[in-house]
């Protein structure tokens, strides 16, 4: 988003702000590219979708899953046209690319051949209508496009959308990662931060991010959960006040009805066995076992203890269930 050219602004911005043109796209889309008598075998498929709260590893997860080379996932050449992607590969020929840092500065490299969370445009437009065959219907398109038979999305606005899913796709798996409440509120408050320099400098950066529904930092922040005791969000104690709201309705979920439900510790990812064992859960088996490059950052700020001793709780208790 921070390299593109004013012409693939421009498409941008037609593509999201009026709608009617992606949605165009996707109705001729359907005609040209579209078989219905795969529906059902598309609905029993093993999908993953990864749902955990930003910066708690989902890029990570995602990456190393899409490596399997079993998925298929919507990429950075699938913008903006994202309702019509075989019609878009057919028409709209983009440069390859070399690999360059994102823009959250954290050493995740990606280029137009990355995964990424795209299909938020599509959920949000049809939401409510008809949306599980829709759905189903979209992601036949994607796997018909890359020739998979499996479906990978990373959208971290999935936490709120788990029985719908199960609804579409019964033999899906759900992934949602945790992480170390310190070091993951500390990543979203600095991430924040950066965003919100980053869109100070570049309008563009604020419009992508809204076109795309990605509304976890920046000026364009909401948050997952009314605050109750910390509404500054440029305040250390509102993160992790965030991740408390979040991970505490994430394990009162999945306590209830974890059918389906993977929770992956983001500190064990760098041990060969419990990659091992989510591979196995997955039905993974072509991959290679390297450990993750765990990140870890000494926090500074200042933090409510009694806050933080009630986060380490909830972490304890996920612990016990991965």
Not at 49 to 58: E, H, K, P
Not at 117 to 139: H, M, W
Request: glycine share 2%; with cysteine; hydrophobic share 35%.
């Amino acid at each position: 988003m921070q390299n593109y050219n004013l012409i693939q602004k421009i498409l941008h911005k037609i593509c999201f702000k009026y709608k009617i043109v992606n949605k165009s796209l996707y109705e001729i889309e359907k005609l040209l590219y579209l078989n219905n008598s795969e529906f059902q075998n598309v609905v029993e498929q093993k999908h993953i979708f990864i749902a955990g709260l930003a910066r708690s590893g989902t890029t990570s997860i995602l990456n190393y899953l899409y490596s399997s080379d079993e998925y298929a996932s919507l990429t950075y050449k699938d913008m903006p046209f994202l309702f019509s992607v075989n019609l878009n590969s057919k028409i709209y020929f983009q440069k390859k690319s070399k690999p360059q840092i994102r823009a959250h500065k954290d050493g995740v490299y990606y280029n137009l051949d990355s995964p990424e969370a795209l299909d938020e445009v599509f959920i949000t437009a049809y939401e409510g209508q008809d949306f599980l065959r829709e759905f189903v219907n979209y992601v036949s398109l994607i796997l018909k496009l890359y020739n998979r038979k499996k479906y990978i999305s990373k959208n971290n606005n999935n936490f709120k959308r788990i029985n719908l899913i199960r609804k579409c796709f019964p033999n899906s798996k759900i992934l949602i990662p945790f992480r170390d409440p310190l070091q993951h509120s500390y990543s979203l408050y600095s991430q924040h931060k950066n965003f919100l320099n980053l869109q100070k400098s570049d309008n563009f950066i604020l419009s992508y991010m809204n076109y795309l529904g990605h509304n976890e930092f920046g000026q364009n922040h909401k948050p997952w959960y009314k605050p109750n005791l910390f509404t500054d969000n440029l305040e250390f104690n509102y993160w992790i006040e965030q991740w408390i709201k979040f991970y505490e309705n994430i394990l009162n979920f999945y306590e209830k009805d974890n059918t389906n439900i993977k929770l992956i510790c983001y500190e064990k990812l760098k041990d060969n066995l419990y990659l091992t064992e989510i591979n196995n859960y997955l039905e993974i088996d072509k991959i290679n076992l390297d450990g993750f490059n765990i990140s870890k950052k000494k926090t500074t700020d200042k933090f409510n203890n009694r806050l933080f001793d009630k986060a380490v709780d909830i972490y304890r208790k996920l612990n016990m269930f991965y």
